[in-house]
């Protein structure tokens, strides 16, 4: 079990959930933007939001998000040390140091002299896009990411300070999985996991799913941070996703549907799209809930009976289960209809 790190109000590793962290992207000029999108970030779930600390002027902005957010904000920091220090003074929770660009040590221990009195915790984040040359094998980029991480930590601990996160993350899930588990092999600090670069969107959910879900399934991470070149809300949504499908943590009704095949005798397709439509509109639909749809009886009703609420099709109609039961017997265009009014009946 990793120790317990504390950034503001909310609590990592030791046996607090597995947190969610955001990141705006809105560029820093665009100030109203950029709040609505870190206020959107925590509606959809992120926990921990950071943001790209540039220059000295986006101390303002640090500070106005401060007032429109009420999850920790973090300052992501590279090469000018100057802006930890404005970002510790502007009451961000926690700053991210990039050994790979800032790296003197009497720098760091003056950093962390004051980040140690204000409380505040520090990310040591090595990403491989840092070094400026190339490695024969993931093994080895990986072990020398995990020995970049562990001598900066070492400088921290000199300093009596440990509240401290590690992230190691490559565009690569091999590497990034390494070079996580060697570093927990020697520290226990909180990890926070990601794939980074990981390139256009359906690469990126497919890597960031198999890099994080590697680890995560193996006992290790305390945090995630999915990196997509898109959507930061969608970045959000996929973590969520993610953990809830590990079964780490719950945040929304589950939907399992057969692939379809020349079996299926109604179009399964639009029938589960217009499903998850009107399940999204449900405010109710916040606690876990598993509702199986399936096109025909050969899995059909063995998925239906495991799931909470489930609906299997035949000829132009569908039995609707409910906790290894039928319930009710409906036809193709009341489908929905009658699965909805079942699902709010198992809420009650």
């Known amino acids: 079990m990793s120790r317990k790190v504390n950034i503001g109000k909310v609590s990592l590793g030791g046996k607090n959930p597995v947190r969610i962290v955001g990141m705006v992207k809105t560029p820093s000029k665009e100030i109203k933007k950029l709040v609505k999108e870190a206020q959107v970030l925590e509606r959809e779930g992120a926990e921990i939001i950071r943001i790209a600390f540039k220059e000295k002027k986006d101390v303002q902005i640090a500070k106005i998000l401060k007032k429109e957010i009420n999850v920790p904000l973090v300052a992501d920091i590279h090469f000018n040390w100057e802006l930890a220090f404005l970002a510790m003074e502007a009451g961000l929770e926690g700053i991210r140091l990039n050994p790979l660009n800032i790296y003197k040590k009497n720098k760091v221990r003056e950093i962390i002299a004051e980040a140690k009195k204000r409380k505040v915790a520090v990310r040591v984040g090595v990403n491989s896009g840092g070094f400026k040359k190339e490695f024969s094998s993931p093994l080895k980029l990986a072990k020398e990411m995990a020995k970049v991480a562990s001598d900066y930590v070492k400088i921290l601990e000199e300093e009596g300070f440990f509240d401290i996160i590690v992230s190691l993350k490559t565009s690569e899930v091999k590497s990034t999985v390494l070079a996580n588990r060697i570093f927990s092999q020697r520290f226990n600090y909180p990890l926070q996991l990601g794939v980074t670069a990981t390139g256009p969107y359906l690469e990126g959910v497919v890597k960031s799913s198999m890099g994080a879900g590697i680890l995560l399934f193996q006992g290790l991470g305390d945090a ?95 039995t609707i289960f409910k906790k290894n039961r039928i319930i009710k017997i409906t036809k193709e265009d009341r489908a929905i209809k009658d699965l909805l009014e079942e699902v709010r009946n198992a809420l009650q």
């Open 224 to 318: 995630l941070r999915v990196s997509l070149t898109g959507s930061s809300k969608e970045e959000v949504r996929i973590a969520k996703t993610i953990l809830q499908f590990l079964g780490i943590r719950n945040f929304f009704a589950e939907i399992i549907s057969c692939p379809t095949c020349g079996r299926c005798k109604v179009d399964l397709i639009k029938i589960v799209e217009k499903f998850k439509k009107e399940i999204e509109k449900m405010d109710e639909v916040s606690l876990p809930i598993k509702i199986a749809i399936m096109g025909c009886v050969v899995n059909g009703p063995g998925e239906a009976y495991q799931a909470d609420i489930g609906l299997a099709f035949g000829e132009k109609r569908g």
